[in-house]
């Protein structure tokens, strides 16, 4: 991964940090998800919030969307949590959304009820149709 991709998914995660540091605990996921909006922001970043993702098949669009919770600089997923641990159906949300958009890369921010912020990050590997973590 480049320097500047890095740097920018540490500038995202201590986005995340600050919010919880001044958000605690206990709150709802759209709470969090405000805020960081707001943190994003003001950190110079271009945040799409609640974007929908339309659904196709063969061609033609269902008349169903997802969203996504948070989209950085057009190019990185954020799929924010509000429990005690990351479970193996929020990575299969975000890799959904990582192979539907092809977008590079994707991070869950889990914003714990026990005192700290836990994220994970990953990258679409287009060629092979793949979420990697890294």
Not at 16 to 26: I, L, Q, T
Not at 68 to 97: C, G, N, W
Request: glycine letters at 4%; a neutral charge; hydrophobic letters at 40%.
């Amino acid at each position: 991964m480049n320097k500047e991709r890095e740097e920018t998914i540490h500038r995202i995660i201590g986005c995340a940090f600050d919010v919880y540091n001044v958000m605690h605990s206990g709150l709802l996921e759209t709470v969090y998800e405000s805020a960081l909006v707001y943190e994003l922001r003001t950190a110079g970043f271009e945040v799409e919030q609640q974007k929908e993702l339309p659904i196709l098949y063969k061609g033609i669009s269902l008349n169903k969307n997802l969203r996504m919770d948070v989209v950085v600089d057009d190019r990185i997923i954020l799929e924010l949590k509000a429990t005690d641990a990351i479970e193996p159906s929020h990575r299969k949300q975000l890799f959904t959304y990582l192979s539907l958009t092809r977008k590079p890369i994707g991070i869950i921010l889990n914003f714990t009820n026990n005192g700290k912020v836990i994220f994970e990050k990953y990258w679409y590997d287009a060629e092979n149709n793949r979420c990697r973590a890294f």
